[in-house]
């Protein structure tokens, strides 16, 4: 069964700084690796879907890697602002059978420093 | 753009009482899904439903039954809620299968089960 793991569970980060947020998954026949952010009281957001034939997918300061034969991905974020300052959660598809279950890790919950 | 609406917000329950908490889409998706959220247990899955009429168990389906309206609503019901059940429940929805499209996220419900 696919388990999806992200440490750590909390990260502060100083305004201004680049940091990377890990997220590694048990079984590497993925189709693709998603990232999201949760806001408090809010609901996910999708941040970028990264499919299994790519290596990164960007969009603006985040850029997101994904390496299926170690079961990791990272996600990058550069110039990070107090706005940035969220839950970040990356989930797999469940590929153990046919139903359509994607497996989320717990999230990394960051804290951006003014 | 409203996107996936939940209501209500928040609820309070007394044990065994029921109620259902309604979701409704306006992006033309077809695949929408409900999960619970808790804190240690990271977001579970408890049904889906790939297209209108039809609705499959997820993770933790026990004690809730669902409903597809129509394309754009899925509904949530607790026939007999249990103190388990206090959780924050999100309604999502994908164009497609969620193993290979990005999710839209609701903003959630806060459920307390006295």
């Known amino acids: 069964k696919q388990e999806v793991t992200q440490i750590p569970a909390a990260l502060s980060v100083p305004e201004g700084e680049n940091l990377v947020l890990n997220c590694s998954f048990t079984?590497?026949?993925?189709?693709?690796l998603q990232w999201f952010r949760q806001d408090p009281g809010k609901g996910l957001t999708s941040l970028l879907l990264?499919?299994?034939?790519?290596r990164e997918q960007t969009s603006g300061r985040l850029n997101a890697s994904l390496d299926k034969s170690s079961g990791r991905s990272t996600l990058y974020i550069a110039a990070s602002q107090p706005g940035d300052s969220a839950t970040y959660l990356c989930?797999?598809?469940?590929?153990?059978?046919?139903?359509?279950?994607?497996?989320f890790g717990k999230g990394t919950r960051l804290h951006i420093l003014p | 753009n409203a996107g996936v609406t939940q209501t209500p917000k928040f609820q309070v329950l007394k044990t065994g009482q029921s109620m259902t908490l309604q979701c409704a889409q306006d992006?033309?998706?077809?695949?929408m899904y409900w999960y619970r959220q808790d804190p240690g247990m990271g977001l579970r899955l408890i049904y889906y439903s790939a297209s209108e009429g039809t609705t499959d168990k997820g993770e933790v389906p026990n004690g809730y039954n669902v409903s597809r309206l129509n394309k754009r609503e899925f509904s949530l019901r607790l026939e007999s809620a249990a103190p388990s059940q206090t959780s924050v429940y999100f309604c999502?929805?994908?164009?497609?299968?969620?193993?290979?499209?990005?999710?839209?996220f609701g903003d959630g419900t806060r459920l307390s089960i006295l």
């Open positions: 992006m033309n998706h077809n695949s």
């Open positions: 079984d590497s026949a993925i189709y693709n």
């Open positions: 989930a797999v598809p469940e590929l153990m059978n046919r139903d359509d279950k994607i497996i």
């Open positions: 990264i499919q299994s034939s790519q």
């Open positions: 999502a929805s994908s164009e497609g299968p969620q193993r290979i499209q990005p999710q839209h």
